[in-house]
């Protein structure tokens, strides 16, 4: 048998190849069928809708936006409410002798927050 023989034989095997019966088509399509994913079914009543924290939180940034927020929030307020020789001393000491630094307080008393000025 030469070269050119197989050849012509190989090109005559390519172009008719061989049919898979039915019943292998039938076996194949079935196990491709089974192992495709299962539709999901989602009711309206499954899904929550967020409540007004979450929404608030939201559009805000995020919680850590929220968490930048509200500390700048509540050191405004500290510092709203502090005396102007605290303030002074937390800014370095600015204009403040070294003795008056030793022993500082810096909520001398409760009525502080209830005073006008």
Known sequence: MQTSDLDDLLALAAMHPP?????????VTADALALQPQSLTVSRAAVARPGLWSRLVDLLGGPAALAGVTSAALFGIALGYLDPTTVDILALGQGVDQAETEAVDFFPSVDFLMTEG
Request: charged share 20%; hydrophobic share 45%.
């Open 19 to 27: 049919a898979p019966s039915p019943a292998l088509m039938d076996r």
